[in-house]
């Protein structure tokens, strides 16, 4: 049988004091550990903490706060300028494709100083209005008129004039059988298929 030294077989619920006495073995307290002398080498986090903060004062970063540059100008500018100042901006700051992408597809709508982008779905959408104020800013600069407005709106074409352009092969090949229905004919007459 095993006998564990100090242990007479009952559990000590926490909280509780010791027994002074465990088979006439005395329980020695230590003294609380504030009161012990550290060796040299060890050190407190806090401590060392402390002394840094005592010898180098601790200075608060005043935030920087940007305002917006709004050009006195108003200049008049047509949809020419706009897309020049799209393109400029594409250039500098390159922005992610599915940016570049919603900027360069339809041409922007221009109505007195309001200036309408069209994006052709909803990731688009998020993905410009996310850098909206960046956009807006350059392009009140770039057209010198500080007067400008500026807005998103998803393309819709049975509102719009401006055609939808076409990216894929099968949206090429239904626009081709609008045009010319001789086409659908030659593709079931050869069996061809779109890749």
Known sequence: MLKIAGFNGKFREPGAEPESVVENVPVVKRPADVNRPRPDSSFKIKDSFRQESQVQPVVKVQPVIHQQEKPDTRESFDEAKVVAALEK??????????VSIALKTHRPVIEGEKIVLLVDNQIQLEKVEAIRMHLQNMLMKNL???????????????????????????????????LNPVVADLKNIFGLELE
């Not at 076409?166 to 609008?178: D, G, N, P, R, V």
């Open 144 to 178: 010198k008129n500080g007067y400008m407005t500026f807005e998103f709106k998803l393309f819709d074409s049975n509102t719009t004039q401006e055609e939808k352009k076409l990216f894929t092969a099968s949206e090429k090949f239904e626009h081709f059988m609008k």
């Open 89 to 98: 901006y594409i250039t500098e700051h390159t922005p992610e494709q599915t």
